[in-house]
Structures are given as structure tokens and as C-alpha cells.
């Protein structure tokens, strides 16, 4: 969807307009190197220029921004003195023109340097080494729980087409997506903390519990790798009800999803021609038709992952997550310039990643794709 | 300003509250497993634990926790500064201080005893590096006299240094290991990042695991000289405070530091006992005095008319318990406090005629404030929204304009805001540190209010700087009174300090000093 | 979820053809867009129901709602009962006097935004459709730039750099959400442009412009429609989230976001967020229920199947 298709079809849909499904010949046609080679070089090329393009963007959005960060680095009291605020000016490179500022951080990005946050000190990179892992494990949690859901509702749906439970099913997963995230999140989390007391409080893990030592800084990862069961189990039980509502919506989208694609490939002849075999259907769907949907449906979980990072903005601030979206949410309300450019910045890549990654497995799965 | 502190508070009461725990609970079932750990929550305000850079609450709250003072106050009470790591005395002007190392025993985190040339050091550093708290010690000479004693010669009468002294940004660091580190006295000390990972301290903690983001651990100094703490490990984290609510609610956190009034009555006697005490914050209202910039505020006549339009009562009332009344800018418990039953009231015919006599007709003045800021659980947005709707009620219109308080700051700093809302927050208890709001003083710049802008005033002020000892209260009344009946500064509110603490904590020592204090809680 | 998710949560199947190489093309000629008929699928009905009760609503506020929106008169923080039907707020303000209150500019915001954004959209679409070659590229690397970053996030950089207000929040969603629209208006542009008529007026020397507004606009609006009738569904998700951070209208004007904000710090007073999070969860709804059953008539598949079925 959407985003999907964001880096894929703009060059796609530049080819020459004319129906291609159904083309057989097409799509049993070996694959030739030649073009499998440019196509993934296309698209490096393509990732490489986003990515400077985020560059710029976070670098000229911040430097819109109405505040002084001098100011904000010293603080009150430092900040009357003009004498230290020229002298800092001077030391983060802010009375330089704007194009030498640019690339000052260019050139401090490419040494691994995003800045120091003004209002901890801490550097960017740093702390977001730390808050980043806790974002890719709700991110995960959340993808396992809509994957396995909503790829069940898709089929049920698909395969029970026009009747009531496809109708059911269509009309919650339209809910699922029209609900606020925070609001679903505030709510889950007073009935099932707060009155039920079915699921642990806010945070990553119970406070007193120590992190288990880092290797992937994903909590439940890390206890098992060190057999803290203890931990693990505390941390699972922490992750739950945040995965559940974050995975609301990308439930509602790889159920409508799923559900288109199977429909899809029903209607293929090599299904037909599995069924009037008199193969069970149990077998048609799974060996034919799940497997013809799996790719469209890539597309979504590698989507779905970039939007739950920001799905996560609203989400981790309910729950107190200590992730990546808290991390933007508490740098865009001080305007922490740094931390804003460094969000930006880093989301923009995974975004380009994702996509990157997407592309290339459509293009080694479906050969239509590279051949254009 | 807005210095968010609390370590200095001008109450007297230490609450060594016994929460009856024992009676009550067989709800002790606090899956706890906190065991020998307290958990104390609240929103980070944090650049840094240096010491002598620190200047937000949350780095007072750890900095008083790992570092000690030269002076003290006594049993917290911000009117009786006494012997900390020294004892001291003060010459009949006002001008020397000489500070005498009283307790030999105490040693540093590392073992290394704390000598009069730590003092020297971190006297110095504190000066030297220039940072936000730098000012404390402005026009103050360090002079070493010996193996126990150190002078303090400041250039004017200084009666407010033993107030001073013992706040937690003059802690005493271990002066060979920080020089060892990078640490200087002048602007090239680069120790900071060193400080913050491993704090340099005699406290009775140390800093185990530093992070701005999300929680700070500290476990118990071994070689700390007093009583050793039953708490051997403190986690302060970083959430929100509906989270600390709930989190007090379920016992997974025993201390919370940022409940507002409606979220403290929601802890009933199972699962916690609330701490009340004054703040040692000031919630008002500034009015631009420049003409241009101002509009209708720069008119006596039309600040005292929105002094008379607000309902004090209900701000109290929003507020919480034990929020007070002020009658000038001066928390009620310091000297020189002006008494709250010279606080303004409202009178809406009072308002409605001192407008008629400014000739403002309804038009809309800008009012600034910070959004994203709550100030002893009052939220700044709410307050705003509530005078908003009191002064209608006197046909005076605002126009509300919230900011992230870094900007807003920003156009505050730049004395370019008609009117809003200010804070300010004690930097030590002494009336000397509300000077700043007399014409000429750095926040009054902030509203174009200069120098020469009243001749009364300055005159008064002269006054109140020659007063001595007892005399300085009645001085400083008058003074701050005078400056309240300009209508520059319309003081609101003076919020209550609250701190919740979890029923699995049976002891715990709560005063004006410091909130909740970790080391001798049980 | 919503905001911030995939720019078009529910065009799903709109464009997982573009996706795949399916562009809409070929089906837009033979399409035609009948509003009625469209709508009369139960869902669509059901959707259209709500919208008309909220439009209602919105349009009679000042009747409809019991108090002034504004006044704090009564005490703060009571639950739902016989005066104050869904309780009062922190300062003491009927709850569903601002409810019903700020539908008011919840509505005409989200509308006003998503009809800025597809005209923004559709006309950089067309350009870079039409014209191709260096200018498609610099408008379709930017929509790519834009869409490297998730809505919410860049709405949210964009509304805190220019500070908080209702103006600045529609700015911030305009900026984010208008490629989505310039991709399929440019592959509809593309493909209506290789046709015989737009050649053939091409040849006979019409302009740019006529060729574009004459003979290849009508092929654009009904897809345009569908997309923007799904979009507004987004933008208010998104225009709640900003205010629900703080970063959309600026007090006291009642804002759902807003009041789910203040409800989040008053968990006892469930209420407070409660009612407002329902009003959005409907008014959406309402929104991709009838986005959903116009997207059926629009879709080729989904058309095709219907009528398979049904008839």
C-alpha cells in the first residue's frame, strides 16, 4: 500500500502502461543476470539519494524552527552572559553561514557524530542505541501478533467471500483502522492494568527487575540469552498489551490485504486447474494460494514495520515505553534540535531500508517486476 | 529563574511519618521484590550530575544524595543553616566567612578522605567553569588558610551565604581523581561526562549507572561516615506522572515526586502515604511595562485591574492542599515574605472600574506561557485556561499563546511578551534571590522595567541591602510589598511540594531540604 | 496505527494494483462514477448515517450543546450523571458541551485540509505526469522524500517548529500528505496521456493546459475523490494525535485530541478521554466505511467480485 509502493512504484508505474497480469509467458521467463544486476543497482542508487535528501530536509526543517539553541544549551542562568553565548556560538559552528553549517553536519553524520542532545547532554547516537532496540522489540511483537492474525482473517475472509463472516471481518478490520492509537492504548491500558490488573503496569520491565546485560538490547532476547527466565517472563508480560494495540491497526491492514491477494490468486488458473485435480483444499490453500500471496503481503509486513515506528510515538508515550517514538516525542516537545534531527534522520533510513529490502525480494520473487 | 529545585525550601518540619503499615497490611503482598531497592519516580528535568554545573531538579535530587555540603540545614529547616562537612562563622560584616573541617571521618567514595583542598577545589570549579550555577558564589574569594580551615571573602556584605552553601550544586568533590579526569577551574574542565558516570562524592550514595533518558542508579557508598542507609540501591526513573500514579497504586515504585492535587488524593492509606510541604516555587503573572510592546499592560491601572479579576480562591483550589496565597512574589516561610492576608482579592466592580480609567476596551492581549510544563503538579496550560476565563468574566480578553517552554523562553528572555505566565523557583532561601524582580534586576529587563523606572522602589531596595539581621525582614516586607502594588509582577499562587511514598516504606524523612531523603528511609 | 502508518491505510487495494504494475489506467475510462450507487452497500449506508448525525451535530453545536463550552461552572472532575451527562473536566467544563463543540472545527479542518492536499496533490501529480522528464523526477523524488517519513512524526516536527495552533497543524498535514495524491494522479495522467483522444488533440496543437483540464482531468477526479474521502478519515486521526501531543488547536478551543490528553493524566476521570477517543473512532469510520464502499465501485477486482456475487 501506500508506502509500499513509495520508492518501487515510481519507477514501476514509468513504464509503459498495459495489462501484464495473467501474462504466463512472462512470468515463467528465466531470470536473466543482466537486468537483475541494474535493477538492484537502480535501486541502491535511488536509497543513496533519499537518504541525502533526508539529510537535508531534517537539516532545513530544524533550522526553521523559532528557538535559540544557545539558549537552550546553557540554560537560564549561562545565557544572560554574552560572553559565554558568543563563545558557544562560535564552538557549535553557529555563526558560519547555513551552507557551511550543512555541511559541518554532513561530514560530522558521515564520522558517526549526530550531535548532543540540549536538554540531557547525551549524545544522540548514543541514546538512541539505546532507545532503538526498545522500539524494534514492540515493533516485532507487533508484526508477530498482525501477521498471525490478520493473515488468518484474511483467508477465513477470503475463502468465506460475501458471506457473514466476510462481512464481519471487513467491517471490524475497517474499524481496527479508523480507531486512535492513543485513545485505544489509554483505554486498554485503564481496563487491563489499571481495573483488571490482568497485565504488568507501564515500562519495559517491572522497575526493581534489572535489564538483563545488553547484546541486542531487545529485553526478552537478551534474558534468554543469559536464561534470566525470571526476566524474560516479566519483560513478555510487559511487552503484551502495547503489542496488542499497536498491532490493532496493522491488523486491519494485512487482514484487508491478505484478503485481496488471496482472492487474487484464486481466480489464477493454476488453482482452478489444483482443485479440479481434486486435490484436497486444504493443500490448494496452503500449498497454491497462500504461497502466490505471500509476496503482496511482504509489501505490507515491511511497510507495517516502518509505520509502526511511528504508530509507536503514541503508543510508547501511554505506556511509558522507553523507545524510539518517546525519544521524538520528548525531543519535538522541547524542541531539542539535535534529537529532532536525529529521529528524523534515522527513521528516514529505516523507512529507505525497509523499502530498499522490499524492493529487492519483489524483485527476485516476481520477475516481472525487474524486467521493467 | 525557573530554577526547579527543591532542596531548599523554607519550612521547618521534618515528618519522620511512621506509615501504619503494620496494621493495615496484609496487602504487604508488594510483589515487591524490591527487597534492599527503592524505585522513585519522576519526569526528568536533567542536563547533567555534575555538581557544579547542575542546575534542574532532578540533579539536585541525585547530586544531594551523593554529595555533601559544607553547611547543612538543620533537620531541613531553610532558616537554620548549620555545620555540614565544616562549621563556620561569619564576621560582624557580613564580608568573611571561615569555614572550619569539622567531620574528619568522612571519606569519598573511593576511600580517599575529604581534605580542605576538595573544598578549595570544588569552591573553585564552581566558579571557574562557568556554568548555570556559577552566580552562587559571584564576587566570593576562596582562600585557603590552612589544613582545616578556608576563607570565603566576598566584596559586599554577603548575609545570605550560609543559605548558600548548602545547596547541592556547592558539592565537595574529590579534588585529585577530578583533576586526574580533565577537571580544572577554569573554562577548559572537561570532567563533566566524568562526573556524570562516576560521581566523585562522600554522600551516602554513588552513581552506578548514568542515563539523562531513562533512569539513574545509585547504590549505597561503602565508605560513607554516617549511618549506613537500609535502602543499599536507588532506581529513579524517568515517566510521566500518571504513570508514578499508578505505579505507586500497583507498589512497583515506592517514591513519586510529581502527582498533582486530583492524582494524591487518589492514594488512599493502603497504598501509600503523600508528603505535603510549601514549595519553594512562585507561580505569576508578568506584565510588559514598555508601552509599545505591552499595550494595555504597560498601564498600572489595567494590571491592578486583572490583579482584582482573579479568583485566587479557585487557583488555590486547582492548585491542591496546601497550596497558599501570595502577596508578593517571596514564598510565604522566607524572611522578608510579604503575609499572605495582604494577598489581592478579587473584586469585579474594583476591575471593572480601574479598566474604565485605563480606557481598555476589550482588546486581546497576547498571554505566553510554557505547555508543556507543570509546576508542583499545576499544569501551566490549565492555570492559563482558568485566568483566561476569570479575567472574561471582567471583559479582559486574552489571547492565549502556549510555547514549549524553550521558546517561550526564548521570547520571555527577549522582553518582547506583552504578558504571561511566570515561575520561579528558589535558589536558596534568602529574600536576596528575589532582587531579580526589583527594576533593574535581570528578570525585571524582561518586561522593560529599568533601573530608573521607580525611584521608590530603588530607594526601598537600598534599604532592605543594609538592613541587618532582624531588621532584614521587616525591610524586605516593604520592599516586596511596594513592588506587588506596581502590578508588574500579579503573584498567583505558591504551590504545595508533594511527595508520594509507597506503603512498603515504613520510615521515611521528608522536609523543606530535601523531599524524600533515600539514606534514612526504612 | 492510524496516524502515521501507510499515508492510506484503507486504499489497500487501490494501490497494491498501482504496486504491482496494475495501474489504475486501464479501468479509469470505462468507470464511471455514480455517487448514489455506490453508497448503497450496508457499510456505506451505515457510514453515511453517521456522517450526516455528525454533520448535524457540528451544524446545530450551539443548540445541541447544554452549556457554554467554555465556562467553568461547575465542579470539576464528576462523573456522567443527570446535569452534566458525560461528566466534567479538570477545570470544571461540561464534557459533552465541548464534545459536540469541537466537531466543529475538527470537521471543517479535516476536510479543508484533505481538499487542499488533493488539489496540491492532483496538480503536481498531473505536471509530473504530463510532463515527465526532469520535472516528474524532481516532484517524485520530493513525494519520495516525504514519504521516507512517517506522517506523524514529520506532522509533528513540522507543527513544533512552527509552534502550536490549528493553522499550523493543517500546514503540517498538508505538507505530509499531499504525494500520495501526486503518485496516482501522475500514473492516471500517464495513462491518459498515451491515449488515443489526448494524442490526437495533441496533434491538432491544444495546449498543455487544455489538453490536461479537458481531456485528461475527467479521467483523474473520481479516483481523486475516492482517495480524499479515505484521507479525511487519516487527517483527523492525525490532526488528534498532534493535539493529543499538544501540537494542534490552542486552548481553550475543545479539541478531541486534546481532551484525550487531559483524560490521560485523569485516569480515575475515565471519562474525560472516554467520550472524545468514541467521537473519533465514529466520525472516522464513518469516513472509511463510505471510502471503502466508493473504492468497490472504483476497483475493477472488488467491482468485479460484487457483482459476481450479488447480482
Keep these: ?372 | 529563574m525557573k530554577r526547579l529545585t527543591r532542596n531548599f525550601v523554607a519550612i521547618c518540619s521534618t515528618l519522620a511519618l511512621t506509615a501504619g503499615l503494620a496494621a493495615c497490611s496484609g496487602g504487604s503482598d508488594d510483589s515487591g521484590g524490591a527487597g534492599d531497592t527503592i524505585v522513585a519516580e519522576t519526569a526528568f528535568n536533567l542536563k547533567t550530575i555534575d555538581p557544579h554545573r547542575q542546575f534542574e531538579f532532578t540533579g539536585s535530587t541525585i547530586d544531594n544524595a551523593v554529595y555533601q555540603t559544607a553547611l547543612e540545614f538543620e533537620d531541613g529547616d531553610l532558616t537554620k543553616p548549620t555545620d555540614g562537612l565544616c562549621s563556620f562563622e561569619m564576621s560582624d560584616d557580613d564580608k568573611e566567612m571561615t569555614l572550619t573541617l569539622k567531620d574528619k571521618d568522612a571519606k569519598f567514595s573511593n576511600g580517599d578522605p575529604v581534605t580542605v583542598d576538595d573544598i578549595v577545589f570544588s569552591f573553585e570549579r564552581l566558579q571557574g567553569i562557568k556554568g548555570n550555577p556559577s552566580f552562587f558564589l559571584d564576587g566570593v574569594k576562596v582562600k585557603k588558610v590552612d589544613d582545616e580551615t578556608v576563607k570565603l571573602i566576598s566584596k559586599d556584605p554577603n548575609p545570605a551565604l550560609p543559605y548558600i552553601l548548602p545547596n547541592a550544586s556547592i558539592g565537595i568533590v574529590n579534588s585529585k581523581v577530578v583533576k586526574d579526569n580533565e577537571g580544572t577551574t577554569d573554562e577548559n574542565d572537561g570532567a563533566e561526562q566524568f562526573l556524570n558516570e562516576n560521581s566523585q562524592g562522600s554522600g551516602p550514595y554513588k552513581v552506578e549507572k548514568y542515563d539523562a533518558d531513562s533512569q539513574v542508579v545509585l547504590t549505597a557508598n561503602e565508605h560513607y561516615s554516617g549511618p549506613k542507609p537500609k535502602f543499599k540501591r536507588v532506581v529513579l526513573r524517568n515517566v510521566s506522572a500518571e504513570t508514578q500514579l499508578t505505579d505507586i497504586q500497583s507498589g512497583q515504585a515506592q517514591v513519586a515526586y510529581d502527582l498533582n492535587a486530583d492524582q494524591a488524593k487518589q492514594i488512599d492509606e493502603s497504598m501509600g502515604k503523600i508528603s505535603s510541604l510549601p514549595s519553594t516555587r512562585s507561580l505569576y503573572i508578568f506584565n510588559n511595562t514598555d508601552e509599545k510592546l505591552g499595550g494595555p499592560a504597560a498601564d498600572p491601572n489595567f494590571r491592578k485591574a486583572v490583579m482584582a479579576a482573579i479568583d485566587y480562591d479557585k487557583l488555590v483550589d486547582l492548585a491542591g492542599e496546601g497550596s497558599q496565597r501570595m502577596a508578593s512574589l517571596v514564598p510565604n516561610e522566607f524572611v522578608g515574605a510579604v503575609s499572605k492576608d495582604d494577598a489581592p482579592e478579587r473584586d469585579l466592580a474594583k476591575a471593572k472600574a480601574l479598566l474604565k480609567k485605563a480606557g481598555y476596551d476589550g482588546e486581546k492581549i497576547p498571554f505566553h506561557y510554557p505547555s508543556d510544563q507543570a509546576v508542583n503538579g499545576v499544569d501551566l496550560a490549565q492555570l492559563a485556561e482558568t485566568l483566561q476565563a476569570q479575567l472574561k468574566e471582567a471583559d479582559i480578553n486574552l489571547d492565549l499563546k502556549p510555547a514549549p517552554s524553550s521558546t517561550q523562553l526564548d521570547g520571555f528572555r527577549s522582553a518582547k511578551q506583552p504578558m504571561g505566565i511566570g515561575t520561579w523557583g528558589a535558589d536558596f532561601p534568602d529574600p536576596t534571590n528575589y532582587n531579580v524582580f526589583i527594576p533593574g534586576g535581570s528578570v525585571a529587563e524582561r518586561v522593560n522595567w529599568g533601573k530608573d523606572a521607580d525611584p521608590k522602589l530603588a530607594e526601598l531596595a537600598a534599604e532592605a541591602s543594609k538592613a541587618k539581621d532582624s531588621d532584614r525582614d521587616a525591610a524586605y516586607k516593604k520592599l516586596y510589598k511596594a513592588t506587588t502594588d506596581t502590578g508588574v509582577w500579579i503573584p498567583l499562587v505558591q504551590p504545595v511540594d508533594t511527595v508520594a511514598v509507597g506503603s512498603s516504606i515504613q520510615k521515611f524523612v521528608s522536609n523543606a531540604d530535601t523531599s524524600f531523603d533515600f539514606a534514612k528511609a526504612e | ?311
Design chain 3, 1 to 311: 496505527m492510524s496516524i502515521g502508518s501507510p499515508k492510506h491505510p484503507a486504499t489497500g487495494s487501490t494501490r497494491t494494483e498501482a504496486a504491482t504494475g496494475d495501474p489504475l489506467g486501464p479501468v479509469v475510462k470505462r468507470w464511471q462514477f455514480r455517487f448514489p450507487k455506490s453508497l448503497r452497500t450496508p457499510l456505506g449506508f451505515v457510514g453515511a448515517a453517521i456522517l450526516v448525525i455528525w454533520l448535524i451535530l457540528a451544524i446545530f453545536a450551539p443548540l445541541v450543546a447544554p452549556f457554554d463550552p467554555l465556562a467553568q461552572d461547575f465542579p470539576r472532575l464528576t462523573g456522567p450523571g443527570a446535569e452534566n451527562i458525560l461528566g466534567t473536566d479538570t477545570l470544571g467544563r461540561d464534557v459533552f458541551s465541548r464534545i459536540v463543540v469541537a466537531a466543529r472545527t475538527t470537521l471543517p479542518a479535516a476536510v479543508f485540509v484533505v481538499i487542499c492536499s488533493a488539489l496540491l496533490g492532483s496538480v503536481l501529480g498531473a505536471i509530473a505526469g504530463y510532463f515527465g522528464r526532469a520535472v516528474d523526477e524532481i516532484i517524485m523524488r520530493i513525494a519520495d522524500l516525504v514519504f521516507a517519513f512517517p506522517t506523524i512524526i514529520l506532522a509533528m516536527v513540522i507543527a513544533a517548529a512552527l509552534g502550536p495552533g490549528l493553522k499550523n497543524a493543517i500546514i503540517a498535514i498538508l505538507l505530509v500528505s499531499w504525494p500520495s495524491y501526486a503518485r496516482v494522479t501522475r500514473s492516471l495522467v500517464m495513462t491518459a496521456r498515451s491515449s488515443e483522444y489526448v494524442i490526437a488533440g495533441r496533434l491538432l496543437g491544444f495546449s498543455a493546459g487544455r489538453s490536461l483540464l479537458r481531456e485528461i482531468a475527467p479521467n483523474v477526479i473520481s479516483p481523486v475523490i475516492v482517495l480524499a474521502t479515505l484521507d479525511v478519515g487519516s487527517a483527523i486521526l492525525t490532526m488528534a494525535g498532534l493535539s493529543f501531543l499538544s501540537l494542534g488547536a490552542v486552548p481553550p478551543t475543545p479539541d478531541w485530541g486534546a481532551m484525550i490528553s487531559e483524560g490521560v493524566s485523569q485516569f480515575a476521570a475515565w471519562w474525560i478521554a472516554f467520550f472524545p477517543g468514541l467521537c473519533i473512532l465514529t466520525i472516522v469510520m464513518a469516513f472509511n466505511f463510505i471510502g471503502d464502499s466508493l473504492r468497490d465501485s472504483l476497483d475493477p477486482h472488488t467491482a468485479q467480485e460484487v457483482g459476481e456475487t450479488t447480482s
Design chain 1, 1 to 372: 500500500m501506500a508506502g509500499a509502493s513509495t520508492v518501487p512504484q515510481g519507477t514501476r508505474d514509468a513504464a509503459p502502461p498495459g495489462p501484464v497480469e495473467n501474462d504466463a509467458a512472462q512470468r515463467i521467463e528465466p531470470p536473466k543476470l543482466h537486468p537483475l544486476l541494474r535493477f538492484i543497482l537502480i535501486r541502491i542508487g535511488i536509497s543513496i539519494l533519499l537518504i541525502w535528501g533526508v539529510t537535508v530536509v531534517t537539516f532545513l526543517l530544524t533550522n526553521l524552527v523559532p528557538t535559540d539553541p544557545v539558549a537552550a544549551i546553557l540554560g537560564d542562568r549561562a545565557a544572560a552572559d554574552p560572553e559565554i553565548v558568543a563563545q558557544t556560538r562560535e564552538k557549535l559552528g553557529l555563526d558560519q553561514p547555513l551552507i557551511v553549517q550543512y555541511f559541518t553536519y554532513l561530514s560530522n553524520l558521515l564520522h558517526g557524530d549526530l550531535g548532543v542532545s540540549n536538554q540531557t547532554r547525551t549524545p544522540v547516537l548514543e541514546s538512541i542505541g539505546q532507545v532503538f532496540p526498545a522500539s524494534i522489540e514492540l515493533g516485532i511483537g507487533a508484526i508477530l501478533i498482525s501477521v498471525v492474525v490478520g493473515l488468518l482473517l484474511g483467508l477465513l475472509s477470503a475463502l468465506r467471500q460475501n458471506t457473514i463472516v466476510d462481512h464481519a471481518i471487513r467491517t471490524l478490520s475497517l474499524i481496527g483502522i479508523s480507531a486512535p492509537t492513543f485513545w485505544i492504548a489509554t483505554v486498554a491500558y485503564f481496563v487491563f492494568f489499571f481495573k483488571l490488573r490482568v497485565v504488568p503496569g507501564a515500562g519495559r520491565l517491572d522497575p526493581w527487575i534489572t535489564p538483563p546485560p545488553k547484546a541486542t538490547g531487545l529485553y526478552t532476547v537478551d534474558a534468554l540469552f543469559s536464561g534470566q527466565m525470571a526476566t524474560f517472563t516479566n519483560a513478555l508480560g510487559h511487552l503484551v498489551l502495547p503489542s496488542c494495540v499497536l498491532a490493532l491497526f496493522t491488523i486491519g491492514l494485512l487482514t484487508r490485504f491478505s484478503r485481496s491477494s488471496v482472492l487474487d490468486i484464486i481466480r489464477f488458473d493454476y488453482v482452478t486447474a489444483a482443485k479440479a485435480k481434486g486435490l484436497p483444499t486444504r493443500t490448494v490453500v496452503f500449498k497454491y494460494i497462500f504461497r502466490g500471496a505471500l509476496v503482496p503481503i511482504i509489501t505490507v509486513v515491511g511497510l507495517a514495520f516502518g509505520s509502526l515506528l511511528s504508530g509507536a510515538v503514541l503508543t510508547e508515550t501511554v505506556f511509558a515505553w522507553n523507545g524510539l517514538g518517546q525519544y521524538a516525542y520528548r525531543g519535538a516537545t522541547t524542541l531539542d534540535l539535535p534529537v529532532i534531527m536525529g529521529v528524523g534522520l534515522v527513521i528516514g533510513i529505516v523507512y529507505i531500508l525497509v523499502n530498499f529490502i522490499v524492493d529487492l525480494i519483489y524483485g527476485f520473487v516476481d520477475p516481472r517486476v525487474r524486467v521493467r
